[in-house]
């Protein structure tokens, strides 16, 4: 393992500047899959990975990501033979878990969606945590022994690509994209028998990640539509967590609106992740971020300035304060060190405030960041899609940040503004920073 990795690491930078091929579009047809067109494909693929992990030219590379997610597993260390060793969850620590995330509500709706396609192919269907954690799986009493038995595929266990390298839950975790991994695209070789389809799930209120659901199998009974299937399963979830968020705002202003039509000044009540229900003597926003720990009483959010906060059933009257606005930022610290859930705080005379960024607003401070002098709407445009007329994008996006930082964005032309420490902190290596984003000007940081 060490002198491949040492070998790899002095090709790396060749290797990454041939760019991108389908080689893992592997040829298989509509219907049932063709033994040979699968073999044939996993040969393939296994000489492409064995060639590229020893630093050798492969017949042709490997899909950007699988190639991506290769380097990032040889980085950390895992071993491309047993990957790494991981102790599952306790029951107490699982359960809790399943208690805490919104998942747990719409697994109905993912097992009516995935468990007969899952069962009657001798699949598995499994549902993760944002780490990478097993909360639920399901499937035929045959698949669920047979993967729990060879994979590991437990409730509890881990699927994190730092632990396993790269695999469709853990890949798809970093790149915040639905996957497919065939075969011999895995890491690890213990998983080069198998197919695996994932897709993230979001939480629609605050596009925090949730988890993914996914369906693993045998690679000789792979279809084609299995990516589909799961990425259409995952949208549906996604819809009835909207759904239910939107009938507890509605819970909220029943409440509420009483309450706030005997008030005085300006007051609004949001749901415990900021959505507004209702509002009195101001105009209503569409949603109030709020630090991330919010408290009973005097808190400062930047877009309102200090505000008294009060609980409601099932979230908060925030009361703006009839004093000036805080005086604007000292500092600010941009955290993009970690492959998922970045962060920016904020630090100046009436406190400190958090708050989680989306992977969108996480590119445009980071470009924002490393051009201290500023950027036109164009320029960024460029720097975000490579294509400097998508302004009307990056003026909307640049429009929510603002609301969010008062005091701390500054336009004409876009930037942090004058007085403002910013601290940026980057992953260890470059190729580790936004994983999931294909920003140019992301990627170029990356070299």
Not at 12 to 41: L, N, Y
Not at 291 to 301: E, F, H, I, N, S
Not at 371 to 393: C, I, K, M, Y
């Amino acid at each position: 393992m060490g002198s491949t990795r040492h070998k790899y690491k002095h090709q790396q930078h060749k290797q990454s500047s041939q760019g991108g091929g389908d080689v893992a579009h592997f040829p298989i047809q509509a219907g049932r899959p063709d033994a040979m067109d699968v073999r044939t494909s996993a040969q393939l693929l296994a000489t492409v990975r064995e060639a590229t992990l020893a630093g050798d030219v492969p017949p042709k590379p490997p899909r950007p990501v699988i190639g991506a997610s290769w380097r990032r597993a040889l980085r950390g260390g895992v071993d491309p033979e047993t990957g790494l060793h991981d102790v599952p969850l306790g029951t107490d620590e699982l359960e809790y878990r399943r208690q805490s995330t919104p998942l747990g509500d719409v697994l109905p709706l993912l097992r009516d969606g995935l468990h007969s396609v899952a069962d009657g192919a001798g699949h598995i269907m499994l549902v993760t945590d944002p780490e990478g954690r097993v909360l639920w799986r399901d499937g035929g009493l045959a698949a669920r022994k047979s993967l729990a038995d060879r994979l590991g595929f437990v409730e509890g266990a881990t699927w994190a690509e730092d632990v396993v390298g790269t695999n469709a839950i853990g890949t798809a975790l970093v790149t915040r994209s639905p996957l497919q991994v065939h075969s011999a695209e895995h890491f690890v070789r213990s998983l080069h028998g198998w197919t695996c389809a994932a897709a993230p799930l979001h939480d629609p209120r605050d596009g925090r990640l949730l988890g993914v659901v996914n369906v693993t199998g045998p690679a000789a009974t792979a279809h084609p539509a299995s990516l589909s299937l799961v990425s259409a399963v995952a949208q549906v979830a996604e819809g009835e967590l909207r759904s239910r968020h939107w009938a507890a705002v509605e819970r909220l202003r029943s409440v509420a609106a009483p309450l706030l039509a005997r008030m005085d000044g300006q007051a609004l009540a949001v749901d415990r992740n900021g959505w507004v229900a209702a509002v009195t003597g101001m105009a209503p926003p569409d949603r109030l971020t709020l630090p991330v720990a919010v408290r009973d009483g005097q808190v400062w959010l930047p877009s309102l300035g200090l505000c008294s906060v009060e609980p409601l059933p099932g979230g908060w009257l925030v009361r703006v304060g009839g004093r000036e606005r805080a005086p604007g930022a000292s500092q600010v610290v941009l955290d993009v060190s970690r492959p998922r859930n970045w962060a920016v705080t904020v630090t100046g005379a009436a406190g400190s405030w958090a708050q989680q960024l989306s992977p969108r607003h996480a590119e445009l401070l980071f470009v924002l960041a490393v051009h201290r002098e500023g950027r036109t709407a164009a320029e960024l445009a460029g720097d975000l899609f490579g294509d400097p007329s998508r302004t009307v994008t990056v003026r909307a996006e640049l429009s929510r940040l603002r609301r969010n930082l008062a005091g701390v964005l500054a336009h004409r032309p876009y930037r942090f503004a004058d007085g403002v420490d910013v601290q940026l902190v980057r992953p260890h290596h470059p190729l580790d920073l936004l994983p999931h984003s294909h920003a140019p000007a992301v990627l170029a940081a990356r070299v």
